[in-house]
């Protein structure tokens, strides 16, 4: 299966806006600070109770999600 690559640059924007770091969000999460790194460039990816929580500390309305977690990154070759 190929790997999906997502584009969370939204979501590391908004994690420096209301946390100021990624360690402060793996902290939330009781996760590795690596494994948030990992998910975040699309190396792994982010269970459905992690963007329920994620979206509850950073204020991420339910509708906003797509956005946040499942915006495809686009190839320099595909733009327009």
């Known amino acids: 299966m190929e790997n999906i690559e997502l584009n969370h640059d939204k979501l590391k ?11 402060k969000l793996a902290e939330e ?17 982010f269970t459905q ?13 339910r509708s906003a999600i797509p956005e946040y977690f499942f915006k495809e990154k686009v190839r320099e070759h595909e733009q327009y």
């Open 49 to 61: 109770k992690e963007i329920i929580k994620i979206c509850s500390i950073l204020n991420i309305s």
């Open 29 to 45: 999460l009781e996760l590795d600070e690596t494994t948030i790194s990992n998910k975040l460039n699309s190396n792994t990816y």
């Open 13 to 23: 924007g908004k994690i420096k806006e209301i946390l100021g770091t990624q360690g």
